[in-house]
Structure formats: structure tokens, C-alpha cells
């Protein structure tokens, strides 16, 4: 059998400390919540990234693009009796 290599970290940083940890929480949520309710919850913040992205992209086009000098609505001429 081969052994399995250690995922802790030699040095004990804290930062791998905090990965090992946030890991471990994952799966244990994995473990108490359906697999229904895991999938709902990736397609909705799937979306949530496709809607961020599209209001950045939106935003960045509208610097890109060059503003016309003047006003953007014509003046309207009222005759006054």
C-alpha cells in the first residue's frame, strides 16, 4: 500500500492552518447538506457571477467609449402665440 503524503505543513504557518481548517469545514457541510440544495446553490451563485460580470462589463464599456461633445438631446423650439 503506498502511504499517503502528509497535507500539513512542515513549517506551521498559519495561513495552512486556515486553508487545513476551511477545508475540513467544507467537507463537513458536504456531509449535512443534500446534494439538491448543493446544487441549487452553485447555479445560483453561478448566476450571481454571470450578473457581476455583465455590470462590469457595462461599466467598462461606458469608459471605453468616448463621450460626444454637446448635449445628447436636441432643443426643442416652442412657438409662443
Known amino acids: 500500500m503506498a502511504k499517503q503524503a502528509s497535507s ?3 513549517y506551521g504557518c498559519p495561513l495552512c492552518s486556515l486553508y487545513q481548517a476551511r477545508d475540513a ?4 457541510i458536504k456531509e449535512c447538506v443534500p446534494l439538491e440544495v448543493n446544487a441549487h446553490l452553485n447555479l445560483a451563485a453561478r ?12 461599466g ?7 463621450a460626444r461633445p454637446g448635449s445628447r438631446r436636441k432643443v426643442q423650439r416652442v412657438k409662443v402665440e
Open 8 to 10: 500539513r505543513c512542515p
Open 25 to 28: 469545514f467544507q467537507e463537513g
Open 47 to 58: 448566476e450571481l457571477l454571470l450578473a457581476i460580470r455583465a455590470l462590469l462589463d457595462r
Open 60 to 66: 467598462l464599456q461606458s469608459l471605453v467609449t468616448e
